[in-house]
Every structure is written in C-alpha cells, then in structure tokens.
C-alpha cells in the first residue's frame, strides 16, 4: 500500500535501498547524535535490517521516496505497544533529503498511520538535548515536551529530551 503527500511517499523498505541508506548511515554528520550507524556499519548489516523490517510485527519501518521512487530516508514506528496504544518514531533521512520537505511529509504519513490505521493514542521519542536542529522539526511536527533525563551516549554522560504528541491533540501542520 503506497501513501501519498506532495512529491514525496511512504512505501515498505526495498533491497534496492540498501546502498542510499548505507551512505546516511555511514555519514558521521548524519549519525552523530543517533545510537546506529557509523563507519563500520556494513552493506550485509542494512540489507539484514530491510530484510527482517517486513517481518517486524513490533516496529514498522517505512522508505521515504519521491516520484522517481529514490530512497530519501526511514521513518518508523518503533516498539509498537497495542495494549498501551503507543510507539516510539524516529526518523533518519540520506543527506541529499535535507531540507526538501520530505522529513515532514514521511512524518506526517507516519503519524497519520500510527492514529488512523493502528488506533494509537500516543507517539513518543527522545533526542538529545544537542540535536536542536532536530528538536525544532519535532516541535514544528507538533510533538510536545515531557521531561529530560540522562544517558550515557558514546562514552559521555548526555541528556534526552522526551517528547509526544496524541491522537487527540495533534495540531494542523502547515505544508511549508
């Protein structure tokens, strides 16, 4: 089942994706502040993730593409807890997407999917505390602040900062 929104769609993962998504994995400025990836991540590791994403029952992991169906980045929902109604995002985009509008329309997707088709009530994640570029497109998305705690990220103590947004209380994200 194919979604879409302006130039850019969600799909499942492909083989074919392999080689984009090992080039943002790979890029230390993209894998800074993430707890995957790095330099010796290799192409076997990606093509066993894309291969095990579509049996996952517990997390769905989706391809941001545009029209020319070019693997942008990955958007999920992580640990899917049906009971509780919840699951965790996270998003990781190839550093050609930055910027272009596609890490907005995969997470509005997402969202829509984690609400209106799994009937979750909450999304959460968590960022570090340095990752401000990445805290303004959560809040721009709508996730709200919850509360800060600590962690020890690549050898330094870090703070995380918790954010949410519910079903029920899920702004209108401007297009732009």
């Known amino acids: 089942m194919e979604e879409r929104t302006n130039h850019y769609s969600l799909r499942p993962l492909e083989l074919k994706d392999a080689d984009r998504m090992l080039e943002w994995m ?9 707890q995957i990836g790095g330099p010796e991540t290799t192409k076997d590791h990606v093509l066993s993730f894309i291969q095990h994403s579509a049996e996952d029952q517990d997390n769905l992991h989706r391809a941001i593409v545009d029209d020319t169906d070019t693997y942008l980045g990955t958007v ?5 807890d049906r009971e509780k109604r919840e699951a ?6 190839h550093n050609s997407a930055l910027g272009t509008g596609a890490s907005a329309d995969g997470s509005r997707l ?5 609400f209106e088709e ?6 959460y994640l968590y960022v570090l505390e340095e990752n401000q570029r990445a805290i303004r497109f959560y809040n721009k998305m709508g996730f709200q ?3 800060s705690s600590t ?3 690549k050898g330094k103590k870090k703070t995380l900062m918790w954010f949410e947004i519910l079903r029920d209380a899920r702004p209108a994200v401007s297009e732009n």
């Open 145 to 147: 602040y919850t509360h």
């Open 118 to 123: 799994l009937g979750l009530q909450r999304v």
């Open 26 to 34: 790979q890029n230390r400025d993209i894998t800074r502040f993430l």
């Open 88 to 93: 965790e995002y996270a998003i990781a985009m």
């Open 110 to 114: 997402i969202l829509q999917t984690a």
């Open 76 to 80: 999920s929902l992580k640990h899917i």
């Open 151 to 153: 962690i020890e990220h």
